[in-house]
Structures are given as C-alpha cells and as structure tokens.
C-alpha cells in the first residue's frame, strides 16, 4: 500500500515536473510568434466562401470585438450595392495579427479606431483632437494603406459614473472630479499605465483617483462594481448600450486627455475611388447614437451583424 | 540574460523595487497565499467530513462521486464571473469560486482514505468492540492518511495555480502582475507573475508530498 502510494505520489510530481518543462519548452520557442499564428483561419466568409479571389475582389476584415464586425458588415454591403464582389474575413484577433495582413495586401478593408491605430504606428504619440490624429496618421502609415474619413461614432475609454453620483456632486466633465475624496475607478488594470489613468486625471485635471482592477474591459462586472457603489467610476467604452441601460454620464473631456477612437476606415491601394466613396458614404451616416443603436440591437436582441448592417442601411437609404 | 522573455522576467523579478510595498513580490505572494489558505480550508471543512462520512458509510457514494466529477468541469473563471455578477466584486465571488474547485479532490481524497482500509482490518477493529467512531478515527483514518492528504495536496496546487483570478474581480495577489503585463503588453511582468505563481504551485506540492509520506503508516 505504502510503496504503491508512494510510487504513485512520485509519478504525479513527475508528471507535474513534466508540464512545467513542456510550459518552458513553449515559452522558449518565440511565444509572440504564436498569436500570429491565430485569427487567420478563423470566420471566413459567411456568404461567398471558396470563391476565386479575383484582382476586383475585396477583402473585408474585421476585429474580434461584435461591434466592430457590423461596421465591416456596414462597408461590405455598402460594397456589394455598389458591384463590388466582397469577401468577409470576420472576427481577426487582435492588430499585430490583423495589420501585416492588410500591408501585404491579403485583406483590403477594415474597420479601426483613431487613437489605437496611430498607437500602433506611434506608441508614443500624444492625444489629440480626432482632427489631429485623422492627419497625424496620414504621414505615420506605410504607403500601401490609407485612412477614409473618420465617422462621428467613436468607441472610447471614458471616466463614467452613476446619475446619481453626477447629480450629488453637479458633474459634467472630468474636471468636476477635482476634490472630491476616495474616488475609485473600475478598469482593467493597464488602466494603471495609460496616459488618461490616474496620472493623467492628476496632472491634466488635479483629480485624485485609485484604480480598481476589473479586468473585463468595461463589461458587466465593471458596469456592476459602478452601480453596486463599490466604485464611483468606471471605465466603460463610449458605445457601450449599458451606458444608456443603466442610466450612466459619461464625463466629458475638454482637454482630449483620453485619445478619440473615432471610427475610421482602414483600407490599401485596392480601394477605388467608387469604393472609398461608397465606404465614406456609410462613415458620413454613422453618429455616436448609430453605433450606440446597433451595437444595442447585437447586445440586446442578439440579432446578427448582417441583419443589422441591412437594417440599418435601409433606415439611411444607404442601398 | 540576452533578452528572451524568460530572460526579461527574470531581470524583472531581479529589480530590488519590485521588493518592497503593498504591490511588491512578498505582499503580492502573501495575498496570493493567503487567498489559497483560504480556499482550501473551506473546502476542507466542507468536503473531509462529508467524504469521510461516505467513505465510513458507503452510501451517497454514487451522488458524491457524480457531483464531484461535475464540479470539476466547472470552468473557474465563469465562476468566478458569475458569482461576482450575484454579490459584487471583492474576495467573497473568488473565494466561492476556489472552493468549488477544491471541493472534488479533497471529497475523494477522503472517501478513498477511509475506503482503502482493509475490511478485514475494520471488521476486527469491530469485534473488538470499538465503536463506529473510533474505527474512523483510530483505523480508517491513520491506515488511510497518506490518500487524505494526497486530496489536500491535489487541491492546494489547483489552487494555487488558479487563485491568479481573484485578481480579475479587483483582488490583489499574483494574479495582478498577469493582468496587468497582459493588459499592458508588459510581457516580462506577466511571465514573471506566472513563474512566480509556478514556484508556489511547486514548493507546496513538494511540502505537501513530504507530509503525505511522514503521514504513511508503518508496517502496512
């Protein structure tokens, strides 16, 4: 009995051991190199997978974020109406994977946001008006790819309290926070480390605030921390349909300390005229109530980004 | 250390700063076992009694090993989402959520301890007269400590490595180096916070096989 338990307890550390070398064998070999290696295959397209990718094909992608793929559902319908023949390849994981994908030329559109694209290209780069980013990006792009314009919707990093808390202490912008003792964020933790975290309240507008980590990126148990009192801020992201849900103000930032994350279109040389006109035409119609509107409809009804996307352009007689 | 990301977390680990502090290495490992602890002595207090109870008895043997084998497919961090969602955040939802990680190893862990005395050895210990008490506690329990204890060993290390996410509801411990290197694309941060989580797991396993074979009754 003895020796079998004991033979036993000497094969599970063995086996422990084991999957701590096998972990270290993996985190030797390049680990970056693997999230690359994802996302690619994942969604393709829904409607015309298979087909030859002809040189008048364009290639849509999308981010792995739901709202994200119904603005690419948007352009892609958009572009459909317009002749084009579209290939959807939703649901990219993130932009180090994404990116390369459109320099070399194998996705031709997709859906970004202002400030994280600059960050990409400028990790250093300051915030700024979604005027000066828009240009900025401009000249920090490689030459295949170009912005269209920029949409009024933006989907971006926000210090949100309750109505009640608006109320008791007359908020409006971040500004207001100034003084008010104990404050608390719930954020994921790189909150910590980002320009508009806490050290950018102290020093762009004197508020004093601690974060606490709530590492769902603003979802529900953020959005709950907020409204249970456990926190009298939150970071939720603008388009967000809890902000409406739960009654939230959003506060305002008069000195562009968070960076805007207007939504912009990504695309390369493949886009022509008649297809950035198409494109342009969707950002003109897309306002920050729009985006909220549809990411609600995906949120709330659980309906699917083409059945939004079709509703949506027929509200604004867009096909 | 020529820059490979183990390389970079050890450098990481090396800064004398990161030493010191409420978000240093020794406040961050003690929360982290202390969050552990107290996992493991809940469940403790629930899952030994009851599957010493079975493993004496014999019966609801079926219902505990079905709802153990259950739990154990239960995925933490949905979990630990879940019952943030019910009471909040802070230590109670992760707490909850630890425990019903631990709960299957240390249920079979004791039921198996108590089974694995030989029943001829039982029946004798009751032809001596001992009652149902002192048969558990004087034969079954010391003949079978060893698998008890190997119950408690499984649960600490599954623990241990899992108590990361306490941090995801606003906690401290380990976990936050994780996130935060993650969120942050610190890498060096969050391979150090795992190798650091990867020694705990490994000095309380080996702690813990120690006390398993101290605890092996002579003679059998």
């Not at chain 1, 005027?131 to 971006?156: K, T």
């Not at chain 2, 210990?125 to 408690?152: D, F, H, K, S």
Request: glycine fraction near 10%.
């Amino acid at each position: 009995m003895t020796i079998r338990s004991t033979r036993r307890s000497l094969l599970a550390a063995g086996g422990t051991a084991g999957v701590v070398l096998g972990a270290a064998a993996c985190s030797s070999s390049d680990p970056f190199e693997e999230d690359t290696a994802q996302g690619g295959e994942e969604g393709t397209a829904p409607s015309d997978g298979g087909g030859a990718v002809g040189s008048s094909t364009l290639v849509i992608g999308s981010q792995a974020y739901y709202s994200n793929e119904i603005i690419a559902e948007l352009f892609a319908q958009v572009l459909e109406a317009e002749g084009f023949t579209v290939e959807r390849q939703f649901q990219i994981g993130q932009r180090e994977v994404y990116v390369p994908e459109l320099e070399n030329g194998s996705l031709d559109v997709l859906p970004e946001y202002l400030g994280n694209l600059l960050q990409h290209y400028e990790p250093d780069a300051p915030s700024a008006s979604p005027e000066e980013i828009h240009s900025a990006l401009g000249e920090a792009l490689p030459g295949a790819l170009r912005v269209l314009d920029f949409a009024e919707a933006s989907d971006q990093d926000s210090y949100t309290t309750t109505a009640a808390f608006a109320q008791e202490h007359s908020l409006t912008t971040i500004a207001d926070l100034a003084g008010i003792p104990d404050l608390r964020i719930a954020a994921n933790s790189e909150f910590e480390v980002r320009p508009y975290g806490p050290e950018g309240a102290k020093s762009i507008y004197g508020v004093d605030v601690t974060v606490v980590p709530v590492e769902d990126s603003g979802g529900p148990l953020t959005v709950q921390a907020l409204t249970d009192g456990d926190v009298q801020l939150a970071d939720i992201y603008t388009a967000d349909p809890a902000i409406a849900a739960n009654d939230l103000v959003v506060l305002e930032d008069p000195e562009s300390m968070i960076l805007p994350q207007n939504v912009v279109p990504l695309v390369t040389e493949k886009v022509d005229e008649t297809a950035a006109a198409a494109i342009e035409r969707v950002i003109e119609q897309l306002s920050a109530d729009d985006l909220v509107a549809i990411n609600q409809r995906s949120v709330e009804e659980q309906a699917n980004s083409a059945t939004i996307a079709t509703d949506w352009l027929g509200e604004k007689g867009l096909v | 250390m020529n820059g490979s990301p183990l390389g970079q977390a050890l450098e990481w680990m090396a800064d004398p700063a990161r030493w010191t502090g409420p978000s240093g290495i020794p406040a961050r490992m003690l929360e982290h076992l202390g969050y552990t602890a107290l996992g493991v002595l809940v469940a403790a207090l629930i899952a030994i009694p009851l599957g010493l109870l079975v493993g004496h008895t014999g019966r609801g043997k079926g219902i505990v090993v079905m709802a153990a084998g259950a739990a154990r497919a239960l995925p933490t961090l949905g979990l630990v989402t879940l019952f943030a969602l019910l009471m909040g955040i802070g230590l109670t939802a992760p707490l909850l959520a630890f425990v019903v990680l631990a709960v299957p190893s240390l249920l079979a862990g004791a039921y198996s301890a108590v089974e694995s005395a030989d029943p001829a050895t039982v029946d004798a210990a009751r032809a001596q007269g001992m009652t149902e008490m002192q048969i558990l506690t004087r034969v079954e329990i010391p003949l079978g400590l060893p698998l008890l204890i190997g119950g408690l060993r499984g649960a600490t290390v599954q623990v241990v490595a899992t108590v990361m996410l306490a941090a995801y509801v606003g906690n401290g411990g380990l976990g936050r180096y994780i996130f935060l290197g993650l969120g942050s694309q610190d890498y060096p941060q969050m391979i150090a916070g795992s190798v650091l989580v990867i020694a705990l797991a490994l000095v309380l396993d080996l702690l813990l096989l120690g006390v398993q074979r101290l605890t092996a009754p002579r003679g059998v």
